[in-house]
């Protein structure tokens, strides 16, 4: 037995003025109802995407949208180090550089992580090495916003025993709260 029609007789025996009230704000907010159903498939979308990276982040490609992706970068041969998609020519060769005598550790998530002999002094070489104005947070923190969106974070503190110094990547997720998704620290 089919319960939608009894369901909307019901609704229209107990609200006769149902449907002429609904078609009455449908005409009066159009605008802002297709509005609010765009922001809902933007946020619903961005969760998707942030899922399926965080799942499998070699496979999906993170850029700008004013940015497209180099060829050369859609490739997963040829570094062993396996930087991810969506880093500038220059980043993504400064890391492969940085992490040429790194030990990776076992990821924590879509969290990479690395450990690497070297110094305070050492991590600031690296830091430097990526692109973007560097910024002195006090602390001994100094933060660059790389052109893909991402942060390096260079901090001399670090809650990893034994480690000089950590120098971290993070990226924004769809609530621009920032996600670590690559740690390097000095030993």
């Known amino acids: 037995m089919a319960l939608a029609p009894h369901v909307i007789a019901y609704i229209n025996n107990a609200f006769p003025n149902a449907v002429p009230f609904l ?18 498939l933007t946020v619903v979308w961005e969760r998707i995407y942030d899922y399926l990276y965080e799942q499998d982040p070699e496979r999906i490609t993170i850029t700008s949208a004013s940015e497209p992706v180099p060829a050369s970068a859609l ?12 880093y500038s020519d220059n980043d ?21 992580q690395y450990r690497k002999n070297g110094t305070y002094e050492d991590a600031m070489k690296d830091f430097e090495k990526l692109s973007g104005n560097t910024e002195h947070k006090g602390n001994n923190v100094w933060v660059k916003n790389l052109p893909n969106r991402k942060t390096a974070i260079l901090r001399i503190n670090s809650t990893y025993e034994g480690a000089n110094a950590t120098l971290e990547i993070q990226k924004p997720n769809t609530k621009e709260v920032t996600i670590p998704i690559m740690k390097i620290r000095y030993l």
Do not use: C, D, R
Request: zero cysteines; a neutral charge; proline letters at 4%.
């Open 75 to 86: 490739s997963t041969s040829g570094s062993h180090n396996n930087i991810p998609n969506g």
């Open 92 to 112: 993504k060769k400064a890391l492969e550089w940085i992490l040429e005598n790194a030990t990776k550790n076992e990821p924590k998530g879509s969290l990479q």
């Open 23 to 40: 078609e009455q704000i449908i005409s009066k907010y159009t605008h802002e109802l297709v509005l609010a159903s765009a922001v809902g």
